[in-house]
Nanobody, 118 residues
Framework: QVQLAESGGGLVQAGGSLRLSCTASGRLFYHMGWFRQAPGKDREAVAGISSGGSTTNYADSVKGRFTISRDNAKNTVYLQMNSLKPEDTAVYYC?????????????WGQGTQVTVSS
C-alpha cells in the first residue's frame, strides 16, 4: 500500500492562500483526492483528480477557489487554496480514490492543519 504524507498547512487570514502537498512513498498510479475534517464534523471530499490528471472534481463549497493538481514524476499531489474562508478551517488529508471521487481507500495519513482567521 502507498504511504502518503500531507504538508503545507498553517494559519492564514481570510482571503489568503495556502498550497498543500501530498507526497507518496511510491508511484501514484491512482486517482487521488483531498478530504478535510473540521472538529465535530464528518470527513468530507474536497477535490479529486484522475490518475493522469486530465479530470478533476470539486466540492461546491470550494469551486473557483481551490485547484487540485499532480506531478506524477515527483509522486506528489497538490491543493492550491485561494480566497480562504474561516469555514475552510479543518485538518486536510489526501487519499487514494475509488472510481467515485468521494470514496477514499487505504490508510489515512497524519493530515495537515489549515486554520483561517476572520
Amino acid at each position: 500500500q502507498v504511504q502518503l504524507a500531507e504538508s503545507g498547512g498553517g494559519l492564514v487570514q481570510a482571503g489568503g492562500s495556502l498550497r498543500l502537498s501530498c507526497t507518496a512513498s511510491g508511484r501514484l498510479f491512482y486517482h487521488m483526492g483531498w478530504f478535510r475534517q473540521a472538529p465535530g464534523k464528518d470527513r468530507e471530499a474536497v477535490a479529486g483528480i484522475s490518475s493522469g490528471g486530465s479530470t478533476t472534481n470539486y466540492a461546491d463549497s470550494v469551486k473557483g477557489r481551490f485547484t487540485i493538481s499532480r506531478d506524477n514524476a515527483k509522486n506528489t499531489v497538490y491543493l492550491q487554496m485561494n480566497s480562504l474562508k474561516p469555514e475552510d478551517t479543518a485538518v486536510y488529508y489526501c487519499s487514494l480514490l475509488k472510481a467515485d471521487w468521494r470514496q477514499p481507500f487505504g490508510s489515512w495519513g497524519q493530515g495537515t492543519q489549515v486554520t483561517v482567521s476572520s
